[in-house]
């Protein structure tokens, strides 16, 4: 690695960690020093069916950071009934994507590059998974 992007790297490290530490307190939130996840209460979410309406969502969840779970909403996209292998085996994709053998962080899995249409051919067998963005023809 260049000597120069280390030492911007060490910097910025140095930086960012003298900015988070310097921050008034910090220790005395809830679930510092714990485990991520851990420490903060557990609060109930809201579920609304569907979508709700852009104002209303906008309003009622964004702008006052609200979390809300919408129930059945993956279903009223195109793709939710679309998507099937089958389909994904009549677009003919040369797009190709990064396929791993393993979904666990492993470090130094061997990754290959497949095209779409390879990958969804094999990956029930296979096992692997897809690291890649949507394919551009899906979008």
Request: charged share 20%; hydrophobic share 40%; aromatic share 12%.
């Amino acid at each position: 690695m260049d000597i120069v992007l280390v030492i911007r790297v060490c910097i910025i490290c140095s930086v960012t960690i003298a900015v988070r530490t310097s921050e008034p307190g910090l220790e005395t939130q809830e679930g510092h020093l714990k485990a991520f996840g851990e420490g903060r209460l557990n609060r109930p979410v809201e579920e609304v069916n569907g979508f709700p309406g852009p104002k209303h969502f906008f309003e009622n969840y964004v702008t006052p950071m609200k979390p809300v779970l919408m129930k059945g909403a993956a279903k009223l996209s195109k793709g939710y009934t679309l998507w099937t292998d089958e389909y994904f085996l009549t677009e003919n994709s040369d797009f190709k994507v990064m396929s791993e053998p393993s979904m666990k962080q492993v470090l130094f899995q061997t990754m290959k590059y497949i095209t779409f249409t390879e990958f969804v051919s094999e990956y029930k067998e296979s096992g692997h998974y897809m690291i890649n963005v949507v394919p551009t023809f899906l979008l």
